[in-house]
């Protein structure tokens, strides 16, 4: 899937399939509905793009696809700041990082070699405690992928009791050149 990253379009302009002649640019609709590439006149090759940025994740998933991830309490999991430990559960902090990565599960089949997924966004609803030792399963599940967006909600369940739920949204991105 192809899709226009920062750029300057309008609505109208981002929805044309027809080509502009002359002098300037073209749009060119590709296979996947909603990706547009463009590109000045000439013969049509991703070399010749100068526009756009390109994404070209795959879309491998849809809504109500899911995966799973099951993290074992450890003690450097637990609610510890400067001053010390608070106390010996499941910190709110590691459950966000756990809940983030079982999202991210996704973005590693979705992304390219060349491509990268960053978190946007975490929720994090912590409704119950889980202990050092404990088995805590995290459950995403996509909500949505809209262009180079993964919307997924989640939910964290140590035996039958829930311990946390929440949303992340995550972007993929083609990695900078050092």
Same mark, same amino acid.
């Given at each position: 899937?192809?899709?226009?990253?920062?750029?300057?379009?309008?609505?109208?302009?981002?929805?044309?399939?027809?080509?502009?002649?002359?002098?300037?640019?073209?749009?060119?609709?590709?296979?996947?509905?909603?990706?547009?590439?463009?590109?000045? !006149?000439?013969?049509?090759?991703?070399?010749?793009?100068?526009? $756009?940025?390109?994404?070209?994740?795959?879309?491998?998933?849809?809504?109500? !696809?899911?995966?799973? %991830?099951?993290?074992?309490?450890?003690?450097?999991?637990?609610?510890? %700041?400067?001053?010390?430990?608070?106390?010996?559960?499941?910190?709110?902090?590691?459950?966000?990082? !756990?809940?983030?990565?079982?999202?991210?599960?996704?973005?590693? !089949?979705?992304?390219d070699e060349d491509e990268e997924g960053i978190g946007t966004?975490?929720?994090?609803?912590?409704?119950?405690?889980?202990?050092?030792?404990?088995?805590?399963?995290?459950?995403?599940?996509?909500?949505?992928?809209?262009?180079?967006?993964?919307?997924?909600?989640?939910?964290?369940?140590?035996? $039958?009791?829930?311990? $946390?739920?929440?949303?992340?949204?995550?972007?993929?991105?083609?990695?900078?050149?050092?």
């Amino acid at each position: 899937m192809y899709s226009i990253v920062n750029s300057k379009l309008s609505e109208k302009e981002k929805n044309m399939s027809m080509q502009k002649k002359g002098k300037g640019w073209r749009a060119c609709k590709i296979p996947q509905p909603s990706a547009l590439l463009l590109h000045l !006149d000439g013969p049509f090759n991703e070399e010749s793009l100068t526009c $756009a940025k390109i994404i070209s994740m795959k879309n491998l998933f849809s809504p109500g !696809d899911i995966k799973t %991830f099951t993290r074992t309490v450890r003690s450097e999991d637990v609610a510890t %700041f400067d001053s010390g430990e608070v106390h010996p559960v499941y910190a709110t902090f590691c459950i966000a990082r !756990d809940a983030e990565w079982v999202c991210r599960l996704f973005v590693l !089949d979705m992304k390219d070699e060349d491509e990268e997924g960053i978190g946007t966004y975490i929720s994090v609803n912590h409704l119950s405690s889980a202990l050092v030792g404990e088995e805590v399963t995290f459950e995403a599940v996509v909500q949505k992928i809209e262009k180079n967006e993964v919307v997924c909600t989640y939910k964290a369940t140590c035996g $039958a009791r829930r311990i $946390a739920e929440g949303e992340n949204k995550q972007k993929i991105l083609k990695k900078r050149k050092a």
